[in-house]
């Protein structure tokens, strides 16, 4: 049972826009182009799909300790120069936000941040409409609450109802707004998703809180692409776009080690080449383990049977661990190939060559399966001085690791 309003006592501006809904033929209907506002970090900006856009609301959700204030903090330092920003402290105080912006040192027209310390999103309501900034920030939409729900906050109505009205004043008063969203142990956003309907582009903030590396990515967006994704690196002042990842993931790799083999993933428009790690151990257990890191688990458990039954290895009783190095996570079929051989390497204790890229999907039939944007991967792995081997190197696994590992 959730609590819901079903209508606004003495609310004068919700009932305003109700009843000037109106219905239009789509031939009168004019579209113009939005224009969009920087804003000043480079990776942020290509995620939201060239900048902010008037009285766009988006939400940007992540684990706890991820980064997501310090971004949207530095956010409002490097547009203070441009607009006023009003910067909703629901969970700190003002101090506390004072100090991240001391601690990210960066030039900042400190008079134009406002910090407004409240919880009751009918007072946020009234603030927005008398100051008009150019820009706000919620931190966070699970603290907001409104007096005419009786839920505490963070209950699935109250975050709701907060919700929109927050995207309502937005949209009526064209100021572009910024909602951060907890996630739960689940790890899906919480509020059971209701927010990501609400709101016009949601990013997913992902990372090891014990990596350096963090990457953006745009779930839903409404004003541009979905397949874009920002990385940034945390460093002791605050969050720095990276503009060449690969360098990056690539930077520790020690060469001429047996389970080591590089892929190039697509994240999203973006090709990156990534170093897939493996190891194999006779086990001590009457099941072995399977241990993936940064890729999926039953994805990781199928290529095994298949190197089984299609490639020969007797991997019965073998302890296989595999990981993507840096602490990103991978979701592309394209590393399939690289994973195979990955462990193929570790299992005959036989190293691939060093300048080698594998990139392929691999089907339960045992063969090497071509990948969308192979022309991009290719061009960036040449870029950084590797060879690709894909489908077209070897139409099976078991060929690709007679080829590449075995010599033959």
């Known amino acids: 049972m959730v609590e819901t309003v079903s209508e606004a006592q003495g609310s004068g501006d919700k009932s305003r826009v109700r009843s000037s809904v109106q219905m239009f033929k789509l031939s009168d209907v004019m579209v113009e182009e939005k224009k969009r506002m920087s804003t000043g970090e480079g990776e942020l900006d290509n995620v939201l799909g060239g900048g902010v856009v008037t009285g766009m609301v988006v939400l940007v959700a992540g684990e706890p300790g991820i980064g997501k204030s310090t971004l949207l903090t530095q956010t409002a330092m490097m547009l203070s120069g441009a607009v006023k920003v009003l910067y909703v402290c629901g969970e700190e105080s003002s101090q506390q936000v004072a100090l991240r912006v001391r601690r990210l040192a960066r030039q900042v027209k400190k008079e134009k941040i406002l910090l407004f310390e409240a919880t009751d999103v009918d007072e946020v309501v009234k603030k927005v409409e008398e100051e008009k900034p150019g820009l706000v920030i919620i931190d966070s939409i699970q603290t907001m609450t409104t007096e005419e729900l009786t839920g505490g906050a963070g209950a699935v109505g109250q975050v709701r109802e907060c919700a929109v009205r927050l995207t309502e004043v937005a949209k009526r008063t064209g100021i572009p707004m910024f909602l951060v969203g907890h996630v739960t142990k689940e790890g899906a956003i919480a509020g059971p998703r209701v927010l990501e309907h609400i709101v016009d582009t949601v990013l997913w903030f992902e990372g090891e809180r014990s990596q350096s590396l963090r990457v953006l990515r745009a779930v839903k967006n409404r004003f541009g692409p979905t397949d874009e994704v920002g990385v940034f690196e945390m460093s002791e002042g605050g969050l720095v776009g990276v503009s060449d990842p690969s360098k990056l993931l690539l930077s520790e790799?020690?060469?001429?080690?047996?389970?080591?083999?590089?892929?190039?993933?697509?994240?999203?428009?973006?090709?990156?080449?990534?170093?897939?790690?493996?190891?194999?151990?006779?086990?001590?257990?009457?099941?072995?383990?399977?241990?993936?890191?940064?890729?999926?688990?039953?994805?990781?458990q199928m290529l095994v049977a298949v190197l089984m039954r299609r490639a020969g290895l007797r991997l019965e009783g073998v302890d296989i661990f595999v990981n993507v190095t840096g602490g990103i996570k991978l979701a592309d079929r394209g590393i399939d190939l690289a994973i195979c051989l990955a462990i193929a390497s570790a299992f005959l204790d036989k190293s691939l060559s060093a300048d080698i890229a594998a990139v392929g999907e691999v089907g339960l039939m045992g063969e090497v399966r071509k990948v969308t944007g192979l022309d991009r991967r290719v061009k960036e792995a040449k870029k950084l001085g590797y060879k690709v081997a894909s489908a077209e190197s070897g139409r099976s696994v078991a060929a690709a690791i007679k080829k590449l590992l075995k010599g033959e």
């Open 253 to 300: 790799r020690i060469e001429g080690v047996p389970g080591s083999v590089v892929s190039v993933v697509l994240e999203g428009k973006r090709p990156i080449l990534a170093e897939i790690q493996a190891l194999t151990s006779q086990s001590q257990l009457a099941i072995p383990r399977r241990v993936a890191t940064g890729v999926d688990s039953a994805r990781m």
